[in-house]
Nanobody, 116 residues
């Protein structure tokens, strides 16, 4: 059974950095992406990767500040130049390859708080 476990969240000041990890087990596809949900807002897809073909995709809100990467263990999200509006619960999820469309398996989430 597939399982995704996020870690690396925490509290940071604006302008700081955090690195999130999503360790994937029991899932044969490499298509996993990052999402986030801020209080009172809908869950938002922010970064996806298909490493085998060198494809990445970012939401405009994080482009140029966040970087997604992938290895055999899972996916990672390097978050630089953090802003208060990045405060959210961050999730990884399995997706249809080459998209930010989730297809059913989610991690439990990790909280990121950014203060001004």
């Amino acid at each position: 059974q597939a399982k995704l476990v996020e870690s690396g969240g925490g509290s940071e000041q604006a302008g700081g950095s955090l690195r999130l990890s999503c360790i994937v087990s029991g899932y044969t596809s490499s298509c996993v992406a990052w999402f986030r949900q801020a209080p009172g807002k809908e869950r938002q897809g922010i970064a996806a990767i298909v490493k085998s073909v060198g494809w990445t995709s970012y939401d405009d809100s994080v482009k140029g500040r966040f970087a997604i990467s992938q290895d055999s263990a899972g996916i990672y999200l390097q978050m630089d130049d953090l802003k208060p509006e990045d405060t959210a619960t961050y999730f990884c999820a399995t997706v249809t390859c080459g998209t930010l469309n989730p297809n059913g398996i989610w991690g439990q989430g990790t909280q990121v708080n950014v203060s001004s």
